[in-house]
């Protein structure tokens, strides 16, 4: 990174470390926008040095001084902040001249909201400390600088090239897979799962796939399979277009496609929830176990072992009425050890408490109020947004929040 500075001609303004903090002398306070203390210590003895001079001091090349003392590296900024001006008016107060001072409070927005946070600044003026660190992060031993970047990205040569992606045509929807694979790069890492709930053309499973991240494609129109499958087939044949040279893609893995059962309660013309014809034994037994947190895992030999939550306690669905002669059959087959969850449209009040082993519950009065049934739209019922904490007015802390934001931000290697 600061080579590629160097021949972009551009500053490279971290330069500077601070070798040593000094002897910590407290000269006094001055109060926050709230009114709150901002404590101010004299930093006795301390010492700056340029990585220049100790390259020449100890004799190392300027990426073994980066990585020595990357925590230590900053840059002096005239950050226009309120807290920054009490503080210049504070040193003049108590008279202050050393070089480096500190101050100690407790922010009440961003990052270190809530918690003792140390600010540093250098000279009369006051500048402060941006620290490397708070732009870096390291992986495997490798430290990276974050780049902020901007709200124009130039995907032209792309878009021009877009119908062809991934043998699918979606005038004015689809994406360019570099694009989201530039999304994922800066957001996730591999293995990590990504959802997209409106699937379209199958860009967000494609780049996935290709750049090894899991992934869930939710899409409820009919080119989930006109477009999303088709295309997951060819990538997972190894299809060549889009970011697949790039990223050198060869084909392989695979992918499961599912599709969403019907609503399982209806209400029939008079208000009454009743079990919806669409459902057949098996799917209603499946539906159930999977509403009961039982795995669904019917017997051969055994019809009513249809799913089981232990390797003892198992599940029955039916829609036939449950008479105690039906019950006291079940019972004797029940080893002593097992437990039955029978659920059915309609049995007999006082079979519910026969056999400690048994339970009873009717459908449909035990599903209501878990979920929505009889909807066929999916809209989103969001009844309160989640709120974000309003960004700190001072330069120190909305500083930093921008630098450490990962979402808008690019890693490049620092060496």
Not at 53 to 63: G, H, L
Not at 173 to 192: C, Q, V, W, Y
Request: aromatic share 12%; hydrophobic share 35%.
């Amino acid at each position: 990174m600061v080579e590629q500075y160097r021949q972009e001609n551009v500053s490279w303004k971290y330069t500077s470390v601070l070798y040593s903090t000094g002897n910590k002398e407290y000269i006094g306070s001055t109060l926050d926008g709230e009114g709150d203390e901002i404590k101010i210590y004299a930093r006795k003895n301390a010492i700056v040095k340029s990585i220049n001079q100790i390259m020449r001091d100890e004799q190392i090349t300027e990426k073994e001084a980066y990585y020595k003392y990357g925590n230590l590296l900053f840059e002096a900024k005239d950050a226009q902040s309120s807290i920054r001006t009490r503080i210049v008016e504070a040193k003049k107060t108590f008279n202050n001249c050393e070089d480096i001072i500190s101050i100690e409070y407790v922010p009440k927005t961003g990052r270190n909201k809530g918690g003792l946070y140390e600010q540093f600044y250098k000279g009369s003026k006051c500048r402060l400390f941006a620290w490397l660190r708070d732009v870096c992060t390291t992986i495997e031993g490798v430290t990276y600088k974050k780049d902020l970047q901007g709200t124009y990205w130039d995907f032209t040569s792309s878009i021009n090239n877009l119908t062809k992606e991934g043998a699918v045509v979606f005038p004015n929807g689809k994406k360019p897979e570099s694009l989201i694979s530039r999304i994922f790069e800066m957001a996730t890492n591999p293995n990590d799962i990504v959802v997209d709930s409106f699937l379209g053309s199958g860009t967000t499973a494609a780049v996935a796939h290709k750049i090894g991240r899991y992934y869930i494609g939710i899409e409820f129109g009919n080119h989930a399979y006109t477009h999303c499958v088709p295309r997951m087939q060819k990538v997972v044949d190894g299809e060549q277009g889009g970011i697949s040279k790039a990223v050198k893609w060869q084909g392989g893995g695979g992918f499961k496609f599912y599709e969403l059962a019907p609503s399982l309660l209806n209400q029939d013309e008079y208000g009454n929830w009743i079990i919806s014809k669409e459902y057949n034994p098996d799917m209603l037994a499946a539906a159930m176990a999977k509403q009961e947190n039982f795995v669904y895992q019917p017997d051969g030999a055994v019809y009513w072992k249809q799913g089981k939550s232990t390797e003892k306690d198992f599940i029955f669905t039916t829609t036939q009425f449950v008479s105690g002669e039906m019950l006291d059959k079940l019972h004797n087959e029940l080893a002593a050890d097992e437990t039955l969850l029978i659920c059915a449209t309609s049995f007999a009040k006082c079979l519910e408490t026969r056999y400690s082993n048994i339970k009873l519950r009717k459908i449909p009065l035990m599903l209501l109020g878990r979920c929505e049934f009889g909807k066929d739209d999916y809209s989103l019922n969001i009844i309160n947004l989640p709120v974000m904490d309003t960004a700190e007015d001072d330069a120190e802390e909305s500083h930093e929040s921008e630098l450490i934001e990962t979402v808008n931000s690019e890693r490049h290697e620092l060496f």
